[in-house]
């Protein structure tokens, strides 16, 4: 049986408009994530499906959309969306979603692939012994800390190249020579 709790609100500011809650709620995002110790970038432009960029030691980078919820619905429960423009967000656009509930100063760190068929999800940060789906993903900070590696996950591809004539003294060349053909010679890391 759940019940109520009696833990007062968070500050709330007074915010007419969405998009001004919504960039409320990354700001305070940013603050959060940054006193964990991730690293946040936001990447230029409104053309991605997510909001951020996230960054912790010895972690990939992950794919951040964050959600807020403002007001209890009728059915006691905060809702969020879970999609944007209408369309779902899917694994491979956005790794993340993490919703605020602003009254109840709740976080939930959710991966995408839990909200892969709904376009909204609902939480009840004010219930104990809630429930919900999403209950096990309340304060998941450290889903963003730790490394994500799938087994047989490429982690990085090395493209290089060299100029045949190098290759073809086997290694052994004068170093004036060297100089002249690493300018030759391209890396790239891309991960």
Known sequence: MSSKTTRQPQFRPKLRNRKSKGEWAEIVFVAKAMALGLTVCK???ENHRFDFLVHAPRNQVARVQVKSSWTCNTKNGYQFKTSGCGRRYRAGEVDFIVA???PEDAWY???VREVRKRYQGTVFPHITGSRSKFE???EA?????????????VLATLH???DPAFLAT?????EEEMRAESENL???LSA
């Not at 900070?141 to 996950?153: A, D, F, N, S, V």
């Not at 086997?170 to 004068?174: C, E, K, N, P, S």
């Open 186 to 188: 391209a890396v790239c």
């Open 160 to 162: 290089a190249c060299a």
């Open 100 to 102: 605020y509930v602003v």
């Open 109 to 111: 760190v959710i991966p």
């Open 141 to 153: 900070w450290h889903l963003l800390q730790r490394p994500r590696r799938r087994r047989g996950e």
């Open 170 to 174: 086997g290694g052994d060349i004068a």
């Open 43 to 45: 990447p230029y432009g």
């Open 136 to 138: 096990k993903f309340r």
